[in-house]
């Protein structure tokens, strides 16, 4: 297959269909990264088929395997049914809930700093990449997978939302944000850098912030928390009862004692204790005070993490301006 | 010699203490010199990260700043989240001054040294999976492993994010491959090798994590693996001591032995039994030692 220096997959894509094949089948429309149509796996990897330069593949001698998305049925070749996928989109309420009916008199004026806490997010295109390699989702097709968590985090994080809590509470059901396995695939894949695993965590933070904290991955969590303050080092053998409750930790027992039998049940007594482990508490303490609780303890390290691509690898994007977050813009005229 | 700091992590110093010794006996052979840090607390795992961030990025300057005071331009760890976590904290504070200066400042306050950055995070495997490492692995390795045929298992958080950790393609990782056969085995390959364990959520949500977990322990044993091994602690104590769980799910008669990374170099190198601690591992580890007459 002959194809230009600059094709990229989908223009290789439309040369077979064109002129080898007119029934392949696949999505596209906008062939410039925004539209989200073209998602597809190349060599098992979830990529827009629009993104992909082809030249350094072929220069390399590699011939590419081609085929649908993951973790959604496939219709026909590249096609995937994303009824599923728009589904769980749907379950998050992704509309803005404002708390009110009336239009205001005045236009509410939200700060920039206000919309950066959900820049990322509000990057998505719903392409489905993300999802094609969840390995939660492998694992539970119920998961609600990590598009439609960090579309719930663009709106429990936008300022202008009033239904914080209700969403939260949603989120935290089963196959909510507590299922994700950190497996990280999603940040992985975006081709849109949004790092809906980031996002999964901003959902647990402002979880716990705003005390929605019942489930046992945030009873897990906190349990870490406790540990770093008396011990410094996780209290391995209280994290189940303290994660599962003590009638689930009881029902644990035989697999308990088959552990411990190997050593791997260490005893709580005496402690494994950090030096100048007071130094961790006054830590907690401290920022604690200091209002970067909840989702904002991520925003605040994503300027950094956001010139990695910049300084590292994107030797043409390198004089691209900076932008800086928590920046206020100047007041709006009048 | 190379001086580096030693950061353990949790589970080496609890339920992973083979881990533990097997490092520290290997490390002098491997032209480590480990400086052990005695202030230095849990990472928080992602956990910490997912419930009090802030928290999290002051309890990991903190460690930096620990290991920064030896004098060592390396933090060493052996633990897949470890890694993650401390790079990722290490990165924001290296480049946001206006950040670092906030966290010295509380750092300060609480009487730890502030961290200037000059520390680079770095997993065992990356030390001796190239360069000055790798050749003094291809001598440590004596003893060989006799072409025994090893599974390879990553796991998620030294591959990926890959701007994080950036060590090597996570789809296409070699490193381990590249160990096992300097030790004299045979490197094994199978899709579920850069997946996950489910050991993030296997308290929490243990049905799906057991289906997570299945995957690389079958598909290991059906491609005739003698053992499996990890550079992480979690993922070992999900491989070895949730297989016991697996049977049960699935009726499977699994009996896949899991080694960490630092013993499948060590049993290469000759360590001792009290060293390698190989009666902590839940799964047998006898068909290995068996086969090499250990």
Not at chain 2, 39 to 68: F, K, M, Q, W
Request: proline letters at 6%.
């Amino acid at each position: 297959m002959d194809a230009p220096e600059w094709a990229c997959l989908l223009d290789v894509l439309d040369l077979i269909k064109d002129k080898h094949d007119g029934t392949l089948a696949y999505r596209k429309s906008c062939r410039m990264m925004i539209c989200g149509s073209c998602g597809m796996r190349m060599d098992g990897r979830a990529v827009l088929a629009c993104k992909e330069r082809m030249k350094p593949i072929v220069d390399a001698g590699h011939v590419p395997v081609i085929s649908a998305m993951g973790n959604m049925p496939v219709l026909k070749d590249l096609v995937v049914d994303m009824s599923p996928f728009w589904g769980k989109i749907r379950s998050v309420k992704p509309w803005l809930d404002p708390g009110y009916d009336e239009v205001a008199e005045k236009e509410r004026i939200v700060s920039q700093q206000q919309m950066n806490v959900i820049h990322k997010e509000a990057l998505c295109i719903m392409c489905g990449c993300c999802v094609s390699e969840c390995n939660s989702m492998e694992a539970d097709p119920d998961f609600m997978g990590p598009a439609a968590l960090a579309k719930g985090f663009r709106f429990v994080g936008d300022a202008r939302d009033q239904a914080d809590v209700e969403r939260l509470n949603t989120l935290n059901e089963e196959h909510g944000i507590w299922d994700c396995t950190r497996c990280y695939f999603c940040n992985e894949r975006c081709p849109k850098g949004v790092d809906p695993r980031d996002a999964i965590a901003k959902l647990g933070a402002e979880s716990v912030k705003q005390g929605v904290d019942h489930d046992m991955g945030a009873k897990h969590a906190k349990w870490f928390i406790r540990s770093t303050e008396t011990t410094g080092w996780l209290r391995e053998t209280e994290l189940v009862p303290k994660t599962q409750g003590i009638i689930e930790a009881i029902k644990q027992t035989g697999f308990a004692l088959k552990l411990a039998r190997k050593g791997k049940v260490p005893p709580p007594f005496p402690p494994h204790v950090a030096a100048d482990v007071k130094e961790a508490r006054a830590l907690r303490e401290l920022v604690g005070e200091q209002g970067r609780d909840g989702a904002l303890g991520i925003v605040q390290g994503e300027h950094a993490l956001g010139r990695i691509e910049f300084t590292e690898e994107a030797g043409a994007r390198e004089n691209a301006p900076e932008i800086q977050p928590g920046v206020e813009p100047p007041p709006a005229e009048g | 010699m190379q001086r580096v700091a030693y950061y353990t992590g949790c589970l080496a110093a609890l339920s992973a203490k083979e881990l533990n010794t097997s490092t520290k006996a290997l490390a002098p052979k491997l032209g480590l010199e480990l400086v052990e840090l005695e202030s230095v607390t849990c990472c928080g795992a992602g956990d910490i990260h997912e419930a009090e961030p802030d928290y999290y990025l002051h309890l990991n300057a903190r460690i930096l700043a620990y290991a920064e005071e030896t004098g060592c331009e390396t933090l060493m760890t052996i633990c897949n989240v470890c890694t993650l976590n401390l790079r990722q904290a290490n990165w924001q504070l290296k480049n946001d001054e206006e950040l670092r200066a906030r966290v010295n400042q509380n750092l300060e306050t609480v009487g730890v040294p502030p961290y200037s950055g000059n520390v680079d995070v770095r997993h065992l495997l990356w030390l001796i999976a190239e360069g000055d490492g790798y050749e003094r692995l291809k001598d440590a390795a004596h003893k060989g492993l006799k072409g025994l045929r090893i599974a390879p298992f990553y796991g998620c958080q030294i591959l990926r994010p890959s701007k994080i950790l950036g060590f090597e393609d996570p789809d296409r990782p070699w490193s381990l491959e590249a160990i096992i056969q300097a030790c004299g085995g045979e490197p094994i390959d199978y899709p579920a090798k850069i997946k996950c364990c489910g050991f993030p959520i296997i308290q929490a949500r243990e049905e799906v994590a057991l289906s997570e977990l299945i995957q690389p322990i079958e598909q290991a044993q059906e491609a005739g693996a003698d053992a499996m091994v990890t550079p992480c602690p979690l993922c070992h104590l999900s491989l070895d001591a949730w297989q016991l769980k697996l049977r049960k799910a699935t009726g499977k008669d699994f009996q896949m032995p899991i080694l960490h990374l630092s013993q499948l170099i060590g049993v290469a190198a000759g360590l001792e039994e009290s060293e390698l601690k190989f009666k902590r591992h839940v799964v047998s580890v006898d068909p290995v030692t068996s086969k090499l007459e250990v």
